[in-house]
Structures are given as structure tokens and as C-alpha cells.
């Protein structure tokens, strides 16, 4: 099975709670288990000081009429591939908190459906911030 988490928090990037526990160690686990996973989430500032990334996109998209990016890595310690949305709305290092919080989260879940078939194949199953959808 082809699966995909689109994620605000992933450890040990970026996480506040449950949720970026759930979503940094499931995706290993399915890996390991044979299925094809791989974890989208927001290139928040801060991050590449914790994992290597390309300064290089390997995709530029646009939604919700703003232009973005996507990083290709690899979540820390695993054969995980991980995507990062690169947008100034999240060059902040906060991961919740901030004035436009709401737009930001409601662009995230937006943009997989843009990617190329490689990343958000529409024939795979997506789990959206740990539920699938």
C-alpha cells in the first residue's frame, strides 16, 4: 500500500505533543512492514539544522493562488522519505501560535493534492495529521 502522512509535527523534527510522536515512529513501522510511506510536512525554520536538506526543490507548485516548494530527505535514522512544504508562512521556527495559524493549516492539507503523481499519487491512501482520510 502506497501512504502518505501530511503532518503539522513529526519527531524528532518538529513536535508539541502526541501527534508528532505518532506520526515520526507509525511511518518506520509500515515501512518495515513493506509499504511504501512517506511523511509531508511543513519546512518550518529551524529544520535544517536537524536534518540535511537539499537547497535545491525538487518540485515548485502552487495553491490556493501561493506559489511553494517541496524538499525531498529522509526523516532522521530511517529509509523514510520526507517532503518539506516550503513557504514563507512557515519560515517561522513555531509550530502553533502564530497570527495567521489558521490559514496556515488550512493551506497545508491543500497541497498534496497538487504534488506529482511521485509524492501524492491519488490512487494512494493519505493520512492527513494521523487520520486516515
Do not use: C
Amino acid at each position: 500500500m502506497r501512504i502518505l502522512f501530511v503532518a503539522a509535527e513529526v519527531a524528532p523534527l518538529a513536535k508539541v505533543g502526541g501527534m508528532g510522536d505518532v506520526v515520526g515512529a507509525l511511518p518506520k513501522v509500515l515501512r518495515a512492514m513493506g509499504h511504501d510511506v512517506r511523511i509531508f510536512m511543513p519546512y518550518y525554520g529551524g529544520i535544517s539544522k536537524k536534518v540535511e536538506v537539499p537547497t535545491e526543490p525538487v518540485w515548485w507548485g502552487e495553491a490556493m493562488f501561493n506559489r511553494f516548494a517541496v524538499y525531498e530527505t529522509l526523516l532522521p535514522n530511517s529509509d523514510v522519505p520526507l517532503y518539506l512544504f516550503g513557504h514563507p508562512a512557515f519560515d517561522p521556527p513555531e509550530i502553533y501560535g502564530t497570527l495567521d495559524e489558521d490559514w496556515r493549516f488550512t493551506f497545508l492539507p491543500t497541497v498534496p493534492q497538487n504534488l506529482p503523481g511521485t509524492i501524492g499519487n491519488p490512487k494512494s491512501s493519505t493520512a492527513t495529521t494521523g487520520i486516515r482520510v
